[in-house]
Each structure stands twice: as structure tokens, then as C-alpha cells.
């Protein structure tokens, strides 16, 4: 099946600080892809749907200041958390869709965002 | 209101034994279902889809699903649980946007 990558797996920072969260899709091109947050044991929440070369669409109550989405690419999307906090600490998962054949939402492995 | 309902949070099989895990939906037009499976850790892998067709649906690791409209269900069984098949398993409806349930944690018991 389809790839989707992303970088880093895994950070830690300091309270204030920005992360940026890069989401790749490997061997296809996604013009929509999508960023999901996960609290411990918990499904996933739709943060917000990212198309490329135009502005992101926010799930309501995720704030759009906080929460910087760029899709430059086909291939590449950006989460970049700003003045982060201890509360923003989560998993972060993004999702590229495929709309070849297959029409299907590939998943990344996920991002762990760690604010001390 | 969309939404996706798994009603089991946690269940527990020995290996070898058969698995169904609950799926129930509620959603306005066709539904897009899908399963995943997400290991510790990881992101999500896709187990299986249905779209349109043939209502029983199946996917890798020998799993398979059926949508019953009627019953707006799509649970997932599998027939021989193996120790790897432990994992937390979501159920989500959708076209694009897709929602999920709250999941499904496997325990598998040698």
C-alpha cells in the first residue's frame, strides 16, 4: 500500500517554544491530507483537513493561531504547534488521501509531542 | 448526528479462538466504513474497506468485515486470533473526513 512518513517521530520541548510536524506522502499524491490528534488511550480528533495551495480547514474548537497548517506541496504537509504548552502535549497523526484506484486515507505513524 | 459506536473498549480472546469486534454507525447518506488497526505507539494500518458492493468485505491479516444496513453495523471477525493480532482497533465512517470510534482494545492470551 501507499507510504506516509513523518517527522519527527517523537519531540520534546520547552514551554513557549514552536514544533513543526512535517507529513509526507512517499509514492503518491495527495492534494487533501489530514492532521488528527490522539489523547492517551482515545480515538482520534480531527484537527483539521489540509489542502494543498490553498488554507487549511479547522475542525471547530482547534484554534488556527495554535495550530499553523501549510500544505505546499502534493507530497507535503506541515502542522507547526505554536507557543506550545503542557496541554499540547499528544500524539499527532497526519493522513494523506490517496485519490487514485484506491480512494483510500493513508495513515503517518504518528508524532509524540512532549511541552515541559 | 455522524457518529461511530464501538461498544466494547476492551475484549479478550485466547489464541486460536474466533473474534468479532463490534462496529455500529450512524450516517446520513452511503457510508464509507473502514477498519484500522493501531499497534503501541504507531500510526494506524488499514485492515479493510467497503464502499460499495458485495457486503462482505475482506481484508489483510485475515480479517474480514460485514455491513448490514439494516442494522447499520460493520462488525469485524476473524476466524483464528493470533498473539499479533493484539492491538487497538478503530472503526471509521466517512467520505473524506472521517470519524471514528472510540476503539477497541485486543488482548490476545496464549
Known amino acids: 500500500g501507499a507510504v506516509v512518513s513523518q517527522h519527527p517521530s517523537w519531540v520534546i520541548c520547552k514551554s513557549g517554544t514552536s514544533v513543526k510536524i512535517e507529513c509526507r506522502s512517499l509514492d503518491f499524491q495527495a492534494t487533501t491530507m489530514f492532521w488528527y490528534r490522539q489523547f492517551p488511550k482515545q480515538s482520534l480528533m480531527l484537527m483539521a483537513t489540509s489542502n494543498e495551495g490553498s488554507k487549511a480547514t479547522y475542525e471547530q474548537g482547534v484554534e488556527k493561531d495554535k495550530f499553523l497548517i501549510n500544505h505546499a506541496s502534493l507530497t507535503l504537509s506541515t502542522l507547526t504547534v505554536t507557543s506550545a504548552h503542557p496541554e499540547d502535549s499528544s500524539f499527532y497523526i497526519c493522513?494523506?488521501?490517496?485519490?487514485?484506484?484506491?480512494?483510500?486515507?493513508?495513515f503517518g505513524p504518528g508524532t509524540r509531542l512532549t511541552v515541559l | 448526528a455522524q457518529s461511530v459506536t464501538q461498544p466494547d473498549i476492551h475484549i479478550t480472546v485466547s489464541e486460536g479462538a474466533s473474534l468479532e469486534l463490534r462496529c455500529n454507525y450512524s450516517?446520513?447518506?452511503?457510508?464509507?466504513l473502514f477498519w484500522y488497526v493501531q499497534s503501541p505507539g504507531q500510526g494506524l494500518q488499514l485492515l479493510l474497506k467497503y464502499f460499495s458492493g458485495d457486503t462482505l468485505v475482506q481484508g489483510i491479516k485475515g480479517f474480514e468485515a460485514e455491513f448490514k444496513r439494516s442494522q447499520s453495523s460493520f462488525n469485524l471477525r476473524k476466524p483464528s486470533v493470533h498473539w499479533s493480532d493484539a492491538a487497538e482497533y478503530f472503526c471509521?465512517?466517512?467520505?473524506?473526513?472521517?470519524?471514528f470510534g472510540t476503539g477497541t482494545r485486543l488482548q490476545v492470551f496464549p
Open positions: 471509521a465512517v466517512g467520505a473524506d473526513k472521517l470519524i
Open positions: 450516517y446520513g447518506a452511503t457510508p464509507y
Open positions: 493522513s494523506a488521501r490517496d485519490r487514485g484506484p484506491t480512494d483510500t486515507q493513508y
